[in-house]
């Protein structure tokens, strides 16, 4: 049974910084394009950044663009978001989230994830 499990969350200051790690289990790392979500109290879950099978290629929401980067390690069935510069609106439970074989602009759509952590609680505070 697949299980991806988010670490890395906290309490942070305003311009200050985390990394996110979201281990993967139960299936085959490789073959997964990779997404992070977050959810605001009150606010629909929206798409963070998200990176392909075999790291073709990356994508990130405009909010986060030039602040947050998206990596992964296939070795560790880990994928990471380090997030710099944050600010109160990146306030939210972050989620780490798998899609089997799918690449390209359809990654930023929370309905093409196969698997969902459980999310982790990122709070900046100002």
């Known amino acids: 049974q697949a299980q991806l499990v988010e670490s890395g969350g906290g309490l942070v200051q305003v311009g200050g910084s985390l990394r996110l790690s979201c281990v993967a289990s139960?299936?085959?790392?490789?073959?997964?394009?990779m997404g992070w979500f977050r959810q605001a109290p009150g606010k629909e879950r929206e798409f963070v950044a998200a990176?392909?099978?075999?790291?073709?290629?990356?994508y990130y929401a405009d909010s986060v663009k030039g602040r947050f980067t998206i990596s992964r390690d296939d070795a560790k069935n880990t994928v990471y978001l380090q997030m710099n510069g944050l600010k109160p609106e990146d306030t939210a439970v972050y989620y780490c989230?798998?899609?089997?074989?799918?690449?390209?602009?359809?990654?930023?759509?929370?309905?093409?994830?196969?698997?969902w952590g459980q999310g982790t609680q990122v709070t900046v505070s100002s």
């Open positions: 989230a798998a899609a089997v074989l799918r690449i390209g602009e359809r990654l930023r759509g929370g309905g093409e994830y196969n698997f």
């Open positions: 139960g299936l085959t790392f490789s073959n997964f394009s």
């Open positions: 990176v392909a099978w075999r790291a073709f290629s990356t």
